[in-house]
């Protein structure tokens, strides 16, 4: 029967994640079992348990050793950032210490030379391979598959020759997409707390959709940024704006502002360019707001204006002392889409865009 081996690593970067994806397949080409989370899209028990099922099962457990693992398995803060890593570093060392340290089942690889000053401390004892290097990858290969070269054999008997296994089939990666038109960094530091809206009476114009934030500075380098990107209009229509009302039974005028990407064009992308969205996962971020009015004058009234003009401008609007609420001008987008939905409506399909809203995963 052949090894079972699992890797685990840390996704620092794209060059890494192909790396271990080539060197897995190297090793199933060798007759080795060799099992990656890139092989899976999306495990039925989930990934901590998927986790858990591999280091248990795994005859060996390859540890890649870069400057990222090394962080957060050494990172005691209590953050969630890497918890995959934490999570294998765990399972890792509870078992390191149920071997008394008598450990040949996880071995530490690096991608490097300068990636071995990177070997997590319960690591550091044991034999480590720098798998870039021929002379480094076959010894390894050869000890995953059993074969010492510097076995002595028996007295009076003579050496058994090698027998070369059969190769595994090699494993596809599931190519994953991730497309997001919100920088988190910024979202978190200008704090988005609140929506207005700017109306015409005269209905010479369209309406705008203004984003109040607790920064007006980094609000406004969101929308400068938006700006930059998409220019004066949203052509393809990849920004993605819903409000949605009948969010409580006992305030009924309280509504959700969903802002992310149309995942619609994203699609379009991706076959235009040869993939097929069915084998493929895409993901993406959003921000989501809620507000509580006491009265829902101001946004029926924005969406009249919008359904008149089948159009509307969305940008960041600063808090001034003197003026109040001012919209930035220079930021204005212009959208000829708005979702306005109804919780109910949203939920009738689990697979809707805005569940996320509600929770729903």
């Known amino acids: 029967m052949a090894k079972k081996v699992f890797i685990s690593y840390a996704h620092e970067s794209e060059e890494l994640s192909d790396s271990v994806l080539d060197f897995s397949n190297y090793l199933r080409s060798q007759g080795i079992d060799s099992e990656i989370d890139q092989y899976e899209e999306s495990p039925p028990e ?13 005859d060996y457990v390859l540890v890649v050793c870069s400057r990222l693992f090394y962080e957060r398995a050494n990172d005691f803060s209590g953050k969630s950032e890497g918890s995959g890593v934490k999570w294998e570093t765990n399972l890792i060392l509870q078992q390191l210490y149920g071997m008394n340290t008598n450990n040949d089942k996880f071995i530490p690889v690096v991608f490097d030379r300068k990636s071995i000053d990177f070997i997590p401390l319960p ?16 010894k390894l290969r050869d000890r995953l598959l059993g074969i010492s070269k510097s076995k002595r054999p028996e007295l009076g008997q003579p050496s058994i020759d090698i027998v070369e296994p059969k190769p595994l089939e090699p494993k596809e990666r599931k190519s994953m ?40 500075k980094v609000g406004n380098e969101i929308f400068k940024r938006l700006k930059k990107q998409f220019g004066y209009a949203d052509r393809n229509n990849e920004i993605r704006v819903s409000i949605i009302h009948g969010i409580s039974s006992s305030r009924p005028h309280d509504y959700k502002v969903h802002f992310g990407l149309n995942w619609e064009p994203m699609l379009e992308k991706m076959e235009a360019v040869g993939f097929k969205p069915d084998e493929s996962v895409l993901m993406t971020m959003s921000r989501i707001h809620e507000m509580n009015p006491d009265n829902d004058n101001s946004i029926s009234m924005f969406k009249s204006s919008f359904e008149y003009f089948k159009e509307c401008f969305i940008t960041n609007v600063s808090v001034d002392k003197k003026r109040g609420l001012v919209p930035c001008r220079d930021n204005m987008i212009k959208l000829n889409t708005v979702h306005f939905r109804t919780k109910a409506d949203v939920l009738a399909n689990e697979n809707d865009p805005d569940c996320v809203v509600f929770g729903v995963k």
């Open 123 to 138: 690591l550091q004892p044991y034999t480590h391979y720098c798998v870039v290097e021929d002379s480094q990858k076959f």
């Open 177 to 216: 997409f991730f497309s997001s038109i919100i920088d988190v960094e910024l979202w978190d530091r200008a704090r988005w707390n609140a929506m207005t809206t700017i109306i015409d009476p005269a209905f010479q114009s369209p309406p705008v959709l203004g984003f109040v934030f607790a920064d007006n």
């Open 46 to 58: 989930g990934w901590p348990k998927w986790m858990m099922r591999q280091v248990q099962e795994a």
